[in-house]
């Protein structure tokens, strides 16, 4: 089995060279880099991950949590996120949270010593737990389908309460009167603005909310 002695010998270079190239850290000339990764492809040389681990304090690791894999759009976000993890060389480590804000909370907390980043889309968690979490993390998180505080995490959303006004106003505009809608818990933003959608719409076509047509999900298949 080859070292990183081995890659040393056969490029010509330091063993400090060498780890610069390998961990991606430090001034390297170009024509230094493609020598080094040249010698380890010949010798078939593969860095040890948990050495690099400890040596740069950095796993090379994202960790992705959703509440569930449930429906096809997280099928789309999977495949998107692997594919961008993949052109970064990183590692991505994929888990769900079960639909369940506390066993999704432990989930985020437990990737803490496993990953360098978070990437997470939660449909459960409340502005209790987004505060907590930003209290006690130590890596950064990026949060999908919510708008933060700037304080907190850097997000990315889309707006939806206007979602569901293009939506109803669709129906309403097509002679619908008798609307349901089934939402999600109303203990996280996106219940609350989904539901409240549905009920400034009704206000501008001056209808009366009716509190029986409105039905509450868990966010899966089986309660839709």
Known sequence: MSTILDVCKLANVSKATVSRVINGTGQVKESTREK????????????????????????????????????????LLLKQAAASAEFAKKQLIVTDGHNDPD???EVIMQL??????????????????IQRLHQQLTIPIVVINRDLPEQLFHSVSFQQEDAVKLMMNHLLDNGHRQIACITGHMMNPTGIARVNGYKHSLTQFGIAFNEKLVKHGAYDMKSG
Do not use: W
């Open 112 to 129: 803490e010593a496993q990953c360098d980043a978070v990437v997470l889309y939660s449909r459960t968690l409340t502005d209790d737990h």
């Open 36 to 75: 080094v990764f040249s010698a380890m492809q010949t010798l078939g040389y593969r860095p040890n991950r948990l050495a690099q681990a400890l040596a740069t304090n950095k796993t090379h690791t994202i960790g992705l949590v959703v509440s569930d894999f449930d429906g096809i759009h997280f099928g």
């Open 103 to 105: 066993y999704e909370y």
